[in-house]
């Protein structure tokens, strides 16, 4: 009987052309980065950056655009109106995220989902031109349907992100 049946490889973090390890002293830790004043939720959507499978080396410049990345998401959460939907379902934007985490555990593409949806690129977005209240105004009548429920557009596709 085997010991296990699945096995997950994992990339390799590595610093200055070196694997990280702490063998060779060459680390980087987290409670030195948040001791330096770093986000840890900046550190958070630094590591989900990188595909799980793949190899990767750290870069401080790649810290800096996680921290700018975290702040649009933040910005946009702040400027986002909250409407009433069927929490049952699912919006467009959860649609997406569940999608790309579906597929292999693809965290970088769900947060190239959350950068389209924060620049207000994405399909069905809340922070889009939004004349729902124009169009109540004119005497439209909603379906009971709000953008958020409904299914994400056909032609909305998953962006690609490389993966070794």
């Known amino acids: 009987m085997p010991l296990a049946e699945h096995y997950a490889h994992t990339g390799m973090v590595g610093l200055d052309g070196e694997k990280m390890s702490k063998s ?16 840890p939720q900046a550190i958070r959507a630094l590591l989900l950056s990188h595909h799980w499978r793949a190899d990767w080396s750290f870069d401080p410049d790649d810290l800096a655009f996680a ?6 998401w933040k910005s946009a959460v702040a400027h986002t109106e909250d409407y009433d939907a069927d929490p049952s379902q699912p919006s467009p934007l959860q649609y997406a995220l ?3 985490l579906s597929g292999d555990l693809n965290a970088p593409a769900a947060l190239d989902i959350l950068d389209l949806w924060a620049a207000g690129q994405f399909p069905g977005n809340v922070q889009a031109a939004d004349d729902r209240p124009r169009r109540r105004a004119a005497g439209h009548q909603p379906r009971g349907v709000s953008p958020r429920v409904r299914a994400p557009e056909s032609d909305f596709r998953i962006p690609a992100v490389g993966v070794a």
């Open 24 to 39: 060779k002293g060459n680390l980087v830790l987290v409670s030195e980065l948040t001791a330096q004043g770093h986000d």
């Open 67 to 72: 921290e700018a990345r975290l702040g649009r």
């Open 98 to 100: 569940m999608s790309a």
